[in-house]
């Protein structure tokens, strides 16, 4: 079995969040790759049984090449492959504005979207996706974030 994690990183906390999927991965799954989204060509994750693909939130959605990326997949080229998507955010309780908490409940994150599109290109959600949390915009993760994310990509693997 092999694995794919894809992932988008500004200031480096999804990058690491990333790496720790992929470290609780390897418990189980012999091949497992981890890559920044703009060094993956789309055709590379027909190859794989599970594609895991994570994004900072920006402006409540993924980043553009993260979006790109999505795009990108080949219709249907995901049938029969296990998927999973993740981002990163700030919990509403640390954002200062006042409108802010408000416009995040009703616009939402970047893992919804993307597994959503890694759906309608086939692909079988294994898992909700899920957000990870940083103390503020450039980070760094809060306390316990790496290990509820390596908690989190096990589900991937039951
Ligand atoms: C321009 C910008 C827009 C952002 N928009 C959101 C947002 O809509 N919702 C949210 O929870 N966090 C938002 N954030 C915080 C990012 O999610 C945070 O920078 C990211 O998790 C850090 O991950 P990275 O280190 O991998 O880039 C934003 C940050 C920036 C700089």
């Not at 993740?86 to 509403?92: L, Y």
């Not at 898992?127 to 994310?149: C, D, I, N, T, Y």
């Amino acid at each position: 079995m092999n694995a794919l994690v894809v992932y988008d990183s500004v200031f480096g906390n999804t990058k690491r969040i990333a790496f720790a999927i992929a470290n609780a991965l390897t418990e189980k799954v012999d091949d497992v790759e981890t890559l920044d989204v703009r060094m993956v060509r789309p055709d590379r994750v027909c190859d794989v049984d599970i594609l895991i693909v994570g994004s900072p939130t920006r402006g409540f959605r993924p980043t553009g090449d993260t979006v790109e990326f999505l795009n990108a997949i080949p219709d249907k080229a995901l049938t029969g492959i296990k998927v999973a998507a993740f981002d990163t955010r700030i919990s509403e309780q640390d954002v200062k504005s006042r409108l802010l908490p408000a416009m995040m409940k009703l616009f939402g994150y970047a893992a919804r979207p993307i597994g959503k599109r890694l759906v309608a290109k086939g692909g079988h959600l294994a898992v909700a996706p899920e957000g990870f949390f940083v103390q503020a915009s450039e980070g760094p993760l809060k306390e316990g974030e790496l290990e509820r994310a390596a908690d989190w990509a096990k589900k991937v693997l039951s």
